[in-house]
C-alpha cells in the first residue's frame, strides 16, 4: 500500500459522524363478606395487552402467542413476542437465515426497535447461544451496515453494555462483516468511543469490573486489523482525535486511561496501518496529541 508520508494533510471531521398482574381474590368461607375494593387503574399498554383476545392460533389459552395483537400499537413488544417464539436458531445450532432477514428487516426498515437500547432486549428474546454468537450477530452487523450504519455504532454498544454479546464475538463478527467492502462506515468509532473506560476525562465511558484499558484496546486492534489498512489508518486517528476533544485535553494529558507504553501501542498500529517507518510523522495526519 502507498504509503501515507508524502504530502499529507490532515483529514476533515467525517461528516454524520456518527406491572406485575394483579393475584385473584379469594373469598374466606364463613365471616363477614369482603369489603370490596375499588378497581386498580392500569396504564394504557398495559390494560391493552392484558385485555387482548388470544390470539389465533395460541390454543385458546390466551398466553402463548398474544404479541401478535400488538404488531401496530406496539412493534417492539410484538417483535420480542415472535422472536421468542419462532427461533432462529434451533437446538442444534442450524441457523434460519431467511427468518432472521425477516426480522432484520423488521428491526431496521420497518423501525421495530426505535432506539439502540431496544437491541438488548431483542437480543435477549433471541436466545443465541454465548458459543454461537457470530453467525446471527455477522449478518446482523452486514445488514446494519448496508441499511443504517449511522445507528449501528450505538447497537453494538448497547449491544456489549448490556451485556449480550460478548466483545470476542464482536471482533470475529466485524471481521465477517466488513470483508467485502473492507470498511465499517465509521460505525467502529461510534462503539469504542461508548465503551471506552469510565475515567475523570471520559465521564461518557463504560464502567464494569474486568474493564480496563487493555481490554478495550484488544478489541480496537482486532476490529480494525480486519479492516482495509488505509481505512483503518482513518478510523483509527477520528477515534483518537475525538477522545481528546471529549476529554478536554491531549491524550498524553489524559494520564489515567493513557501512559507512555500505551501510546506507544497506538502509535505502532498507525504506522503500520498508514505504512509510516517515523512515528513523528503521525503529527501531520492527527489532531490528537500522541508525543
Known sequence: MASVKAGIAKRPAPSGSPGPAAKARIAKAGGSPALAKPPISKAPGQAARTASPPAEGDGGDGRSETWQAFADSDPLYAMVGEVS????????????????????????????????????EIW???DIPVTHQVPVLEPLLRFGLEHDPESLGKIAAELLIGHRVKSKSLQEAVVGACKGEGTDKGFLRETFFLIFPKGPQSEWGWSRVG???????????????????????????????????????????????????RMKKVKTLLCKFGG????????????ATLN
Do not use: R
Open 211 to 261: 474493564w480496563s484499558w487493555q481490554e478495550w484496546w484488544k478489541l480496537v486492534e482486532g476490529c480494525y486489523t480486519g479492516l482495509d489498512s488505509d481505512k483503518a489508518f482513518d478510523e483509527l486517528s477520528f477515534l483518537l482525535d475525538k477522545l481528546e476533544a471529549e476529554g478536554g485535553k491531549p491524550l498524553i494529558e489524559q494520564t489515567q486511561p493513557w501512559n507512555e507504553l
Open 124 to 126: 435477549a428474546a433471541l
Open 85 to 120: 417464539t419462532h427461533k432462529v436458531m434451533d437446538a442444534n445450532f442450524n441457523l434460519d437465515e431467511e427468518l432472521l432477514m425477516k426480522y432484520l428487516d423488521k428491526l431496521f426498515i420497518q423501525k421495530a426497535a426505535k432506539k439502540p437500547k431496544d437491541w438488548v
Open 276 to 287: 509510516l517507518q517515523d512515528e513523528n510523522d503521525l503529527s501531520a495526519c492527527l489532531d
